[in-house]
């Protein structure tokens, strides 16, 4: 294998805090022009009363420059759910699902905003029925958007996709009802891959809902059915790829179109039906709807005993609770597979001096899972980055990790503490929790194709903002943005590549 060096960050540029006038929840960065990057916040009082702050901060020293709620009240009787946002080319696109009252159906809007958060256009770009679901994704050169809308409830009769194309514009370019030549009974759409210069692929779920994580019974057990659906347009043709691993079940997938212009799907599976894993599957399609490349492969004891502690390796055949959580593409074709192990728990406990019951509920976002594939989707490693988060009743808000892509790798950024720093990098059991954010420090892991690297602080010890890290998504090709959080102080952080000499 050719060495690779992931490219070093430069020293983190800090801003300064801001408040907020009421306990937010930060929803995320949706993007970056010349000058400015911005955020989103989504703020629910109630069907009536709802507030979407924008905020822009200059990209030099990420200085607060504007605050706007965008969030307008419908006319008439609807009440308004917005569903995403995005940046493209200076306009910020917010689609929203206006909900009729009095019999009125369900309208589907959009709302184009400048980049000084000043609205340009409303428009209703579609209907959506009372039993469906919408998804909405945006177009991988970010020109324009697909919506996708699926019934939620089971039914006898035949199952089918609606599929809206809209350009950058904000105005339809067509619309298509799509039909599996499968009996179905449910479906769901857990992701849309869109590209003008290549087939709509749509992640589909033909099971039943049962994703109750919290459930001791057979209802607990993975019940996934998965197919591709690859529509192209200008041809009006559908090709179906059913997903099957015999006597395995898939527990977590991800799909993508890469540079090449081939969907690489890939995911965890198990052999137990449970939510646990014990290895890892791919498939390579085509532009031409042809399967390149299809395998699986089954973790074997070295990389077991890399989450699994050795007096319980015989025993603990999958590793248990993992979640997966992002895919990331690297130029070359190449990709990771990037998940967490997480579970929560409800302790009560009842004082029969006072005959009160208090309840706790436990957050764990543990042990960071990376698996490594070349261009034709073989799993070539997978490392474990040891990471041990506990908090009661924050809804795990300053809990797991985000994820910043680059050329030759990744970076991992996370709260940890000060000490785990300094420990090595094999040695995967003697890390210490971190418990209820005591004493947190915003740390880095940094990987390349060959694995684990380095592990460091990011931000001096003595700050005091906590990482939100599970609402930052990278927006920006060679910076990641990272919000901070103490109270009702918000601070933005940023990290950005060195330049080659």
């Not at 307008?72 to 306009?91: C, H, I, R, V």
């Not at 869109?194 to 109750?212: E, G, M, R, T």
């Not at 009842?350 to 976002?365: F, Q």
Request: aromatic share 12%.
């Amino acid at each position: 294998m050719v060495s690779a060096t992931v490219a070093q960050l430069n020293e983190p540029i800090i801003g300064k805090a801001f408040n907020t006038t009421k306990k937010e929840n930060f929803s995320g960065f949706i993007g970056e022009n010349t000058t400015a990057v911005f955020s989103i916040d989504y703020l629910y009082l109630s069907r009536k009363k709802q507030e979407l702050n924008v905020r822009k901060f200059h990209k030099s020293d990420l200085q607060l420059m504007e605050s706007r709620n965008i969030y307008m009240p419908p006319e008439g009787d609807f009440y308004s759910e917005p569903t995403e946002a995005y940046l493209q080319n200076d306009k910020i696109y917010l689609f929203s699902v206006l909900m009729g009252e009095k019999g009125n159906p369900n309208l589907i809007e959009l709302k184009i905003f400048d980049d000084h958060l000043e609205r340009i256009s409303t428009g209703i770009v579609d209907t959506l029925g009372l039993d469906e679901v919408l998804y909405v994704q945006e177009s991988r050169e970010q020109d324009g958007f697909v919506l996708g809308r699926y019934n939620k409830y089971s039914k006898l009769t035949e199952q089918k996709i609606d599929l809206t194309a809209i350009d950058n514009a904000g105005i339809v370019q067509w619309r298509k009802s799509v039909k599996s030549p499968m009996a179905l009974q449910n479906i769901t759409i857990e992701d849309i891959a869109y590209s003008k210069d290549s087939p709509i692929f749509v992640l589909c779920n033909y099971a039943y809902n049962l994703n109750n994580r919290n459930a001791v019974s057979e209802s607990d057990m993975l019940n996934n059915k998965y197919a591709i659906w690859a529509y192209d347009h200008d041809k009006n043709f559908l090709k179906e790829f059913e997903l099957r691993i015999k006597g395995k079940w898939i527990n977590g997938i991800k799909m993508h179109v890469n540079r090449q212009g081939n969907l690489l799907v890939s995911g965890f599976m198990n052999e137990t039906k449970h939510y646990s894993i014990n290895g890892t599957f791919s498939l390579l399609i085509n532009s031409q709807l042809e399967v390149v490349n299809s395998n699986f492969q089954k973790f074997d004891t070295d990389v077991r005993k890399k989450f699994i502690d050795a007096k319980d390796i015989n025993k603990i055949k999958e590793l248990e609770d993992y979640v997966l959580n992002d895919m990331k593409i690297q130029e070359d074709g190449s990709y990771y597979l990037v998940g967490e192990r997480f579970y929560k728990y409800t302790e009560r406990n009842y004082d029969p001096r006072t005959n009160i019951t208090s309840t706790i509920e436990h957050y764990n976002y543990n042990a960071i899972i990376v698996s490594y594939f070349d261009s034709l989707g073989n799993n070539l490693w997978t490392e474990c980055v040891p990471k041990y988060q506990n908090s009661t009743n924050d809804y795990g808000y300053y809990a797991s990790f985000s994820t910043m892509n680059v050329e030759d790798g990744l970076y991992l950024f996370f709260n940890d503490t000060e000490k785990n720093n300094e420990i090595g990098l094999t040695d995967y059991f003697n890390y210490k929790g971190l418990f209820n954010n005591r004493r947190a420090q915003i740390s880095y892991v940094q990987l390349d194709h060959e694995g684990v690297k380095e592990r460091g602080a990011l931000i001096d010890a003595s700050n005091d903002f906590m990482l939100r890290a599970k609402q930052c998504h990278q927006v920006s090709e060679n910076t990641m943005y990272l919000m901070g959080e103490t109270g009702r102080q918000s601070k933005v952080f940023s990290v950005s590549l060195k330049e080659e000499n």
